[in-house]
């Protein structure tokens, strides 16, 4: 595997589920993000790592918590979410953190629907 | 209030004509442009990126133009080709972290 990877490509879970999202970095990088994409709008930073630990937490509601166990991993776990919450989650990993121009390697997404 | 906008939700061109995308940005102290490429079902892909200290950057097909005094950015693609149909982000980076727009569809007819 090369890049970025993630786990499941599709999830569909009820309210009252518990769900964990992967993510899973092969590029030697330092640092790790959660994206969330809603139809017509742009992609919203949720939360940032850098050498597994949480730099940034962008008001996300805590039903979404994140875990960085390592620099090459990265989960999102979710917990009685609501349907307005489904949207396309994208994990992306950069060399380090607020270094400009350093670029960013997106994974293919999750596409979450909450019933 | 959006802070990277892409006010074209859409494009279509010409096989072998030049595509232009189009992004305005409110805030001034950005230092770091780039463009990003999305196929359906893939995740975004880095096209190119400008610095804030210069106005141009070229890449092959792809150029991209900064007008810093504007506040807009933009990206040329010539010739544009087939595979080039994708939606297309631009970012704005304050300090490493991306501000992204809405993202730009364009199709390339053949």
């Known amino acids: 595997e090369t890049g970025v990877t993630q786990t499941p490509r599709h999830l569909v879970m009820g309210m009252t589920n518990k769900k964990s999202l992967k993510c899973e970095q092969h590029?030697?990088?330092?640092?790790m993000y959660w994206y969330k994409q809603s139809a017509k709008k742009p992609l919203e930073l949720m939360f940032v790592?850098?050498?597994?630990?949480?730099?940034e937490n962008n008001s996300v509601p805590s039903r979404f918590s994140p875990e960085c166990p390592n620099s090459s991993h990265l989960f999102l776990h979710l917990h009685t979410l609501q349907p307005e919450d489904s949207a396309l989650y994208l994990c992306?990993?950069?060399?380090?953190?607020?270094?400009?121009?350093?670029?960013?390697?997106f994974g293919p997404g999750t596409r979450l629907t909450v019933l | 209030d959006q802070q990277v906008k892409q006010n074209s939700p859409s494009l279509s061109v010409q096989e072998g004509r030049i595509s232009i995308l189009n992004c305005d940005y409110t805030?001034?102290?950005?230092?770091?442009f780039l463009w990003y490429k999305k196929y359906p079902a893939e995740g975004p892909t880095f096209l190119i990126s400008?610095?804030?200290?210069?106005d141009k950057n070229e890449d092959g097909r792809f150029t991209v133009f900064l007008n810093k005094s504007a506040k807009h950015l933009s990206l040329h693609i010539v010739p544009s080709q087939p595979g080039d149909s994708a939606v297309y982000f631009c970012?704005?980076?304050?300090?490493?972290?991306?501000?992204f727009g809405t993202g730009t569809r364009l199709k390339v007819l053949a």
């Open positions: 992306a990993s950069s060399q380090a953190t607020g270094t400009p121009g350093d670029t960013q390697y």
């Open positions: 590029l030697g990088h330092n640092a």
């Open positions: 805030n001034s102290m950005f230092d770091y």
């Open positions: 790592y850098s050498l597994e630990e949480r730099v």
């Open positions: 970012a704005a980076s304050p300090l490493g972290r991306y501000i």
């Open positions: 400008i610095s804030s200290i210069k």
